[in-house]
């Protein structure tokens, strides 16, 4: 049993007034990869899903059907009223959305059939959570972590490296996480597939999705004010400054101000037998 004295503060700041953006302009999971997830785990349209630093449900509101009920978790409040109104525009009636900590799930919420987490496990306290939702699901479920591939930090595409260079400009050469901009982010040590291996969990598959993405300059730039190390805030009055960088370097680039890119969308499944 995992022994902690104090569960993880929620950092407030970490994704302050994004929640809008984000549910506009994050890169959305191709429908391919909840086919495949369909396929991995047979799913039906019965059953139950957790998704765990739901966001505003960029996951949960386009797999609710694939499950008679679903319950989407997030710490953070402005994303839970976020993913509520994309919800509600949708008539996605089926998911019981909860403002807590991935850390605090138990036996209360019940049983389930698939777990999702979506570029959020690293903010979580792993082990924690992979021991408490061992003994959620259901003896044929599993865990499945998505990633969209699109992290401007680690490409080698000239705009995207363009952008970064911009965002160094104003914000200094560490990455920025949390803290209202004032901290710095960590290496995720060990990797999830080392952390998942030490767990209860029994096996673990990894599986690639291929696709396309465009981004215009303002979509660009939409979407780096949604991240942990880019946001609005951190640039206060000298934003417009910021965006006219942006662009000019962006049109340095690419004239058009249409960019596209090939992705591979990542699921990393751990089946609990």
């Known amino acids: 049993m995992t022994q902690l004295k104090t569960l993880p503060t929620y950092d407030p700041s970490l994704f302050e007034g994004a929640a809008e953006g984000y ?4 890169t959305k999971y191709p429908p391919v990869v909840f086919d495949k997830l369909a396929e991995i785990f047979n799913l039906n349209g019965q059953g139950r899903l957790l998704d ?17 009920e679903v319950v989407a978790i997030d710490p953070d409040p402005e994303m839970i009223a976020e993913a509520k109104r994309q919800a509600a525009a949708v008539g996605a009636n089926n998911i019981t959305w909860l403002e807590q900590g991935a850390e605090l799930i138990d036996s209360s919420l019940g049983k389930f059939n698939l777990t999702t987490i979506g570029r959020a496990f690293h903010w979580m306290e792993r082990e924690l959570v992979l021991e408490r939702l ?8 599993g865990l499945a972590l998505l990633q969209t591939g699109d992290n401007p930090w680690e490409s080698n595409l000239p705009w995207k490296q363009a952008a970064v260079g911009v965002v160094k400009k104003w914000l200094g050469e560490e990455r920025r996480t949390g803290q209202q901009g004032q901290g710095t982010r960590k290496p995720v040590d060990p ?23 465009s981004w215009t300059i ?7 004010y949604t991240t942990a ?33 090939e992705l591979k969308a990542t699921i990393l499944v751990a089946c609990k037998h």
Not at 52 to 68: A, H, V, Y
């Open 52 to 68: 765990l630093g739901t966001g505003p449900g960029l996951i949960s509101i386009p797999l609710r059907t694939q499950f008679e």
């Open 23 to 26: 549910a506009q302009y994050r």
């Open 191 to 213: 990797p999830h597939e080392v952390v998942i291996g030490n767990s209860a969990f029994a096996r673990q598959e990894n599986y690639e999705v291929p696709f396309e993405k």
């Open 134 to 141: 061992y003994e959620l699901l259901t003896d044929d479920g």
């Open 229 to 261: 190390f880019s946001l609005k805030i951190f640039y206060g009055d000298k934003a417009p400054a910021f965006e006219k960088d942006l662009r000019e370097a962006l049109l340095a680039v690419e004239p058009s101000g249409h960019f596209t890119e």
């Open 218 to 224: 303002d979509s660009y730039l939409g979407y780096l």
